[in-house]
Every structure is written in structure tokens, then in C-alpha cells.
């Protein structure tokens, strides 16, 4: 049985936490950020965990994390 390759631009993206669980950044962080208000900003910094559904299709592209 070959090794299996990690899938990068998840790892980029990714990562798994002491307990098993997967991290991640929240979306729309990135530009047009003058409309939003400071409260929202601030929220958008904390990570969050990928949600169950996806959880098995994210693990599937790091199989060694």
C-alpha cells in the first residue's frame, strides 16, 4: 500500500487540535473591512472548529495530522 499524500491547501488551512478536533479561520476577514464594525472584527479573529459534516472530508485530505 502506497503512502498517502497530504493535501496542502488544506494543511495551509487546517489543524488539528490535542483532542482530535480540526481548527480553523473564520471567513470574511480579509478586505473590505471599513464597513464592518470593530465588535464583528474582533469576533472573526477567534478560530473556529469544523463542523461535524465536514469534519471526515477534511481528515480524509490529512491523513497524518
Known amino acids: 500500500m502506497p503512502k498517502l499524500k497530504t493535501n496542502k491547501a488544506a494543511a495551509k488551512r487546517f489543524s488539528v487540535?490535542?483532542?482530535g478536533k480540526l481548527k480553523?479561520?473564520?471567513a470574511n476577514k480579509q478586505h473590505i473591512l471599513g464597513k464592518?464594525?470593530?465588535k464583528r472584527k474582533r469576533k472573526l479573529?477567534?478560530?473556529g472548529l469544523v463542523?461535524?459534516?465536514n469534519h471526515a472530508q477534511v481528515k480524509k485530505m490529512l491523513p497524518y495530522e
Open 45 to 47: 479573529r477567534k478560530l
Open 17 to 19: 487540535t490535542g483532542t
Open 51 to 53: 463542523s461535524a459534516a
Open 24 to 26: 480553523r479561520s473564520r
Open 36 to 38: 464592518k464594525s470593530p
